[in-house]
């Protein structure tokens, strides 16, 4: 079965700083790639997608994930982070069964 | 164009009462997707409707779980006789069809019981 792993819980930086948070999945073949953020009581928005194609992936709030395939990875990243990316952020893999499967989440805290 | 919409935002419920989700997809969507959320827990699949059709609830708990997503009027996630361990988040997802994987999630429903 398929599984994705974001290894790390929580994370905290200061505004301003790069961001790099990390996901790797469990899947024969390379699936659909998503990252999704969820605010506090809220429900999730899509940052970004991976079908195929150009590995780096640009989504909305500046944020990108690149694809590597050779890692079973797709890392999400932002050069600079605002305060209010402060959220959770789930990555999550569609291998062609109409189910998302995500991964447990990593929260993002950010110091001013 | 409203966003998928979902009611109510919080219930809560009894040991042994009903609880009725309804989720109301995107304009233009037919394919409704339903995921629990539990504490410290990334979102699980529970089942995937069309109108009129149940097409995947290989993520439904056996018993006392059951959907529909009628021709008319919204989706619907019923859990009858609730127990403790149903207090989650409950998110409803549409698209507008199954070979667009891009689902668009609605702000959820928190469930409790108590």
């Known amino acids: 079965a398929q599984s994705v792993t974001q290894p790390d819980i929580h994370i905290t930086v200061s505004e301003g700083a790069s961001l790099e948070l990390r996901c790797n999945y469990s899947y024969g073949a390379t699936p659909y790639l998503f990252w999704y953020v969820q605010s506090p009581g809220q429900g999730l928005q899509l940052l970004l997608k991976y079908f195929s194609g150009d590995t780096l992936v640009q989504g909305i709030k500046g944020f990108e994930a690149e694809f590597k395939r050779s890692q079973s990875s797709f890392n999400l990243r932002k050069p600079s982070v605002h305060w209010s990316d402060a959220a959770e952020y789930f990555c999550?893999?569609?291998?062609?069964?109409?189910?998302?499967?995500f991964g447990k989440g990593t929260k993002l805290s950010v110091i001013p | 164009n409203a966003g998928v919409m979902q009611n109510p935002r919080h219930l809560v419920r009894r040991r042994g009462q009903e609880a009725r989700l309804r989720c109301s997809p995107m304009k233009g969507h037919s394919h409704v997707y339903w995921y629990r959320q539990l504490p410290e827990e990334g979102l699980k699949f529970m089942v995937y409707?069309?109108?009129?059709?149940?097409?995947?609830e290989s993520g439904m708990p056996k018993e006392r779980f059951s959907a529909e997503f009628p021709k008319e009027g919204p989706s619907i996630l019923r859990i009858q006789q609730v127990v403790r361990g149903d207090s989650a988040a409950y998110f409803c997802a549409s698209s507008p069809s199954g070979e667009n994987y891009e689902q668009y999630f609605g702000p959820g429903t928190r469930l409790t019981v108590t």
């Open positions: 409707l069309q109108k009129e059709n149940i097409i995947d």
């Open positions: 999550a893999v569609e291998p062609g069964s109409y189910q998302l499967t």
